[in-house]
Each structure stands twice: as C-alpha cells, then as structure tokens.
C-alpha cells in the first residue's frame, strides 16, 4: 500500500490527475461500447434491428431472446458439449500439470534443466506445426468424431504453460519445509500431496481458470478433430448460428453471442484476483 | 518393488523418482509434440492426399510454394497484420497500464473492463464485431455519423477489410496491460525522485525514466503477441472467412484451406514449416536487436 501511495506522488498536481482520470473513462467507455451494443442488441425485438441509423436502446426489453435461442441451431447441445470437454482436460491438468511442476521444481535428477528448456521451448511452438499429423495420428487411433483429443492430451504433462506457472510457484515455497517433512520421515509424494498441494491453492486456482477459459474458447481443433453437429462446442454451433438464422436475426445471434461468453466473464468476475495475480507472475518473472 | 529401490544407489533412486513425477510430461511430449512434430517435417517433403500412402517429394512442396500467388498474398497480409496490431496493441497496453499507474482509486475496476474483452473467443470476437462493422446498420459508422463522417463499408472493401480486423484486435490487449502494469510497479521510485529533483517535468521522467526501465517487458510482450499475431484464425474466419477478393486472407486460414478443404496434407505441412521457421527467425532477430534498446539496469528478467 505505501508504494502505491508513493506512486501517485509522480502525477503532478490535481491537473494531471484530472487528465488521467479523463482519460481512463473515456478508454473504459471505449472497451465497453462492443459488449453494451451486444447486450442491447440481444435484448431487442427482431423489427428493432435493422434500423438505420441503429437505436441503441431497445424501446421494450426482449428477455424472451434468451429463451427463444435454445432451441435454435444446437445451442443448448453446444453448451454441454464446451461443458464437457473443458471440465474433463480440467481434471487432466490437475491431475498432471502440478507433479509434473513438482518434479522439474523440487526434485533432482539428471537432466532436469535441459528437459526443462525443452518445456519451455514447446511454448513457442506454433500449434499448426503439429497439427496435420495430429489430425493422422487421432484419426489411426480413432479419436476423430470424439472428445478425447481434447481431453486426453490434458493427463499427460497438461500444457507447458501451466508447468512453467506452477514450477515458478513451487519455487517459491520455502526448503525448510521440505526438509523437516523428510526428517519426520515423509516420502516425496506424501510431501507433494500434503505440504505442497495445498499451500498451491492459489497457483492451482490460475491454472484452473485458464484452463477453462482456453477450452471453452478453443475453435481451430474442434473444427478440425470433430464432424457431427451433436459433438460440436459453442465455439462452432455459434461460428455457424449466423448462417442457421439466415443472417438477418441478428438478436438471436447476439443473444447466442451473449451466452456463449457469459461463463468466461462470470469466471473471470469471481476469480479475477487469481488471474491478474498470475499473469504477472508469468509475464516478469520468468 | 521397495526391496529393489532400496538396494540402488541414492543418485539411481533420486533420478527414478524424479523420471516418475515428470513422466506424464514426456510421454505427452513424445506423442502430441515430438512424434507429429518430426512427422510434420517429413510431410513437408511429401504429397498426400490422404488416399494414397504419402510420396517423398523432395522440394517439390516448396517450389510450388514459391510460385503460389496466394501464398505470397496470404505472407503479405499476415505481415501488415502482424505489424500493424502488434505495435498497435503494445501502444495501447502501454498506454493504459501507465494511466492506470497514476490511479488507487478505482484502479481495479478500470483493469477489469480493460481486461473484459480478452474473454472473448476469437468466433465471440468475430460474431461481435460483425454487427458493428456493417456500413448501415452497425454501431462504428453511426458513431462516425454523430461527428459528421460518412463512414465507409468496413468488410465489403478489400482496401479496408484488414484494417478493420487490425482494429478489432485491438480491443483485446488486457494480458498485456496487466503484464505492463506489473512492471510499471516494479520501477524503484527512487529513480523518479531523483530525476524530479534534478527538475525533470512528468514528460521527461516518463521518457527517461518509464520507458528504459519498462523496455525488458516490451521485449516480452513484443515477442508473445508476435508469436500469436501469426497464428490468427478464428476472428478473421468468422468476420470476413478472408474476403473480399482474399484481401484479409491470413496464414493460418490459407493453411487450414488448403490442408482440410483440398486435403493437401503435404503442402500444408510445407505451409506449416514456413510459419514456424519464419516465427522463430523473427523471434530471434526481435532477442538479438534487444541488446541496443533493452535495458537491463534494475528490472529482474
């Protein structure tokens, strides 16, 4: 708190101060106008909207969009469909990406840190390079037209970004733990599970929540991996909702829009501490 | 299984234990990264169609790469695109992180609309900003109508189209100013005091001071937002699916036409090599030129 007071001293006076609050309301402003225009337009009637030039309030608020949307172009399908697949890799990263932390963070062994470059390494591999023998490889071992190429990969290792996050957290939690632990006669994976499982609640959660976020989003894989319209994520039922509505409904495919993000901003609103928090510790500290 | 472990050495048991904890790691490594990664090289020097069993073709891929109009179409564009919104984005992260700097009050609410957007999908991004872009009846032009400007037909003008995805991925830069904001914090205050004392006014410290001592988390976002800037996809699928007249045709979508809508497996595959070497010979060359313009005085990296 006393360096952020610090801080403010480099504004200069109540002018600058003054300009700088102006400022971020009118960016803020900015960055809300999309997401207000798509709620207002998902709570219009249809004949409000293809006016020129376009009302920005509704003159009646059309909840009943959000119930009429169900039933049109999978979308409820969709929905559970995003559902499963992200909280199924959730439970492979956990299950997956903190040992693996665990092990390049606490444990020595030989080779630990070139292996550990190579983590790194995967980070800036552009996922397209894999991706057509990923397509011949899912489609020998007949995952095609099946979740588990989104889930399955999520067990074994769960992404390098979420080893390298939870590694950077595990480093920070003090040796003499661990030590006083093997002196009472703890076994590695008991010290893992009791002392450092919970204490990485915090990190666990960051993870958590970007896992979710990346799978309710993902859309190329999807697109590729899948083919019948009843195992398609929101991502795909909602890429084709416009052509399903004709293109001229755009209410509904607002509306669709609206529903298809809400469980990413709900998230994002209820944990925003843990995903700011890890964010940073990502970006710098690497 | 004890009475063996116990007999080895302390070393053997250390390194058997460690194998144990990272073993999902190298088994999901060596099946979804390694194997498809050198099977993708070998595609590159092959034709398939996945009919009949692949032929090495040596360099054919990339000769035909070399005469592909539209793979020179699809680099040009990506490269405006990835040049335009990357110092657009940083600009503007930057901008926002330094503002929200000078603020307590109401800080966290401002970082929390500015970090909205990046829950958005690329499709969500795409089906949004569709309904904006639109010449009539879309919000932008009626904006622009309200001071007196006639706007033009974003989408339908192959002149404009990119320049409106550009404009659209703007919008999305919370990680950035979140990662900005976190360095900004990280300057010692110390450094501004001085300078201050010395008379220097806001602008001046914010030249000399913020800027050397932020340049190591420019580098990173610089290098990050490249990364994915290449890769763009979903938001220009569903916005313009490259149109006008293949005027907003970026890589991955000329990829992903010509690997699963032609089924042209080995020359995607050469598609996909370009774009990894070209990623990595940027990524490089932005490290190497790091040395005459990234400061590394205070700020650990």
């Avoid at chain 2, 194997?35 to 595609?43: A, G, R, T």
Wanted: aromatic fraction near 14%.
């Amino acid at each position: 708190m006393t360096t952020q007071i610090r801080h403010r001293a480099i504004g200069e006076g109540i002018g600058v101060r003054l300009l700088v609050g102006a400022g971020l309301v009118l960016a803020a402003t900015m960055f809300l106008i999309p997401i207000l225009w798509m709620l207002s337009t998902a709570l219009k009637p249809a004949k409000e909207v293809l006016i020129v030039p376009p009302q920005w309030i509704p003159s009646e608020i059309h909840w009943r969009n959000f119930v009429d949307i169900w039933g049109l172009g999978r979308l409820d399908t969709g929905i559970k469909n995003s559902a499963i697949m992200t909280f199924s890799s959730m439970i492979g990263v956990f299950c997956s990406a903190p040992l693996v932390a665990f092990g390049f963070s606490r444990l020595h062994f030989t080779g630990r840190d070139k292996l550990f470059v190579v983590v790194l390494a995967t980070m800036m591999l552009p996922s397209q390079v894999t991706l057509i023998p990923l397509y011949i490889i899912y489609k020998n071992l007949r995952w095609l037209d099946t979740f588990a190429p989104f889930i399955v990969p999520s067990f074994f290792g769960g992404g390098a970004f979420f080893i390298f996050l939870l590694r950077q957290f595990f480093m920070t939690i003090p040796v003499e733990l661990e030590d006083a632990a093997r002196i009472d006669g703890c076994s590695t994976i008991r010290i893992f599970a009791q002392i450092f499982m919970p204490l990485a609640k915090p990190a666990l959660a960051t993870v958590g929540i970007f896992t979710f976020i990346n799978g309710w989003n993902a859309y190329l894989g999807p697109l590729l991996f899948l083919s019948s319209p009843q195992k398609m994520p929101i991502t795909v039922i909602l890429a084709n909702f416009k052509d399903v509505q004709g293109g001229v409904q755009y209410n509904m495919v607002m509306a669709a829009a609206c529903a298809a993000v809400l469980p990413c901003i709900l998230v994002f609103l209820i944990f925003q501490e843990y995903m700011v928090g890890g964010i940073a510790l990502t970006g710098i500290k690497g | 299984m004890a009475a063996i472990t116990r007999r080895l050495s302390p070393d053997a048991r250390r390194n058997i234990e460690g194998y144990l904890f990272i073993g999902p790691w190298i088994i999901g490594f060596l099946a979804f990264m390694l194997i498809p990664f050198v099977f993708s090289l070998f595609l590159a020097f092959s034709e398939w169609t996945i009919a009949e069993p692949p032929q090495f073709v040596g360099l054919a891929n990339f000769r035909e790469l070399a005469g592909d109009e539209l793979f020179w179409k699809a680099l040009r564009i990506t490269t405006v695109y990835v040049v335009l919104s990357v110092t657009l984005r940083v600009t503007i992260a930057l901008t926002l992180a330094t503002l929200l700097h000078q603020v307590i009050h109401g800080r966290r609410l401002f970082l929390t609309v500015f970090y909205l957007p990046v829950m958005f999908s690329g499709v969500t991004l795409g089906v949004v900003w569709g309904w904006i872009f639109p010449a009539d009846y879309g919000l932008l032009n009626d904006l622009l109508r309200r001071i007196g400007i006639e706007g033009p037909n974003w989408l339908s003008d192959p002149a404009l189209a990119l320049i409106s995805i550009i404009m659209m991925s703007s919008w999305r830069v919370g990680g950035m100013t979140v990662i900005f904001l976190a360095g900004l914090e990280d300057i010692p205050y110390e450094l501004h005091e001085a300078a201050q004392i010395d008379g220097a006014n806001i602008l001046q410290r914010f030249a000399r001071v913020t800027v050397p001592m932020i340049t190591p988390i420019v580098l990173f976002n610089l290098v990050t937002s490249m990364i994915g800037a290449f890769q763009v996809f979903g938001e220009v699928q569903v916005l313009t699916s490259g149109g006008p007249y293949n005027s907003t045709l970026v890589y991955v979508l000329y990829l992903y036409r010509q690997a699963f809508n032609f089924f042209h497996l080995g020359y995607g595959s050469a598609l996909a090599w370009v774009l990894f070497v070209l990623v990595v010979t940027v990524t490089a060359l932005l490290l190497r030129s790091s040395k005459s313009w990234v400061y590394y005085g205070g700020v650990r990296v």
